[in-house]
């Protein structure tokens, strides 16, 4: 973990020199909804800096919710109604204090389907990270957060050559990593990823689960995974969720990833473990 040596941040724009020092998140009592309809109830949960940790637990529990609701995300969906307190080092993200560029920065996302730009080049499409969020960099910046965010991603090597190729014409898995260093190039503290693997093919998930472990001690990650030998493999902490009939989603069992699979403390996480259900 923690291979890939980063730049001197002298040459980089003050934007970005805060990252990639993990930061520790923690959510307190987050609640969350779709117009009336509650699917989160008091969520608590740390997420320590420099460690990965998977949301585990069926379909429909509110993982991926509870994972918007770490960077604000949730705030694009009209009806998604927010109630609780997300620190990261201690300062609450939903102060006002905190603006939505400031959140999504810091606080980076990747999601289940790889999403590059696919008519845009692999070099505008790691530079795109940079506009989404408003920062301002110049060109030699550019070419030196391109370079540092592709191999953070694991993808410099397969691409060095063919910067100026459409994102779209990367293999998926390839393209999931371009989506990975399109997240890396603000050089955030703590990036999200929803189900990253699960339009992949066994290999092109083993090379993602790789840049997992190599990113683990620089930048904090929480990862939502069905996968349960990847929760084993890539995360130190597990938190496992379940909704029941009728009730909103919380987080039934959660620890070292090691005690959650190997001696569950309630009768659910042990059957969900075990894939009884
Ligand atoms: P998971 O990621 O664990 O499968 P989700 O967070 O996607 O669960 O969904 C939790 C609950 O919220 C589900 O009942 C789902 O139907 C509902 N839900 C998710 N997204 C929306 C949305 N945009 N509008 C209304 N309901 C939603
Ligand atoms: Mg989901």
Known sequence: AGTVEMTDTAVLPAAVVDGPAPATLEARAVSAWFGSHQVLSQVSLTMPAGEVTALIGPSGCGKSTFLRTLNRMHELIPSAQFGGEVLFEGEDIYDPSWRLTDARRR??????????????????NVVAGLKLTGTKVNRREKDVLVEESLTRAGLWKEVRDRLRQPGGALSGGQQQRL???????????????????????????????????????????????HNMQQAARVSQQCAFFLAEQGTPGGIVEHGATEAVFNSPQDQRTADYVAGRF
């Open 179 to 225: 989506c990975i260093a399109r997240a890396l190039a603000v050089r955030p503290r703590v990036l999200l990823m929803d189900e990253p693997c699960s339009a992949l093919d066994p290999t092109s998930t083993r090379r993602v689960e790789e840049t997992i472990q190599d990113l683990a001690g620089q930048v904090t990650i929480v990862i939502v995974t």
């Open 107 to 124: 606080i980076g996302m990747v999601f289940q389907k790889p999403n590059p730009f696919p008519a845009m080049s692999i070099y505008d």
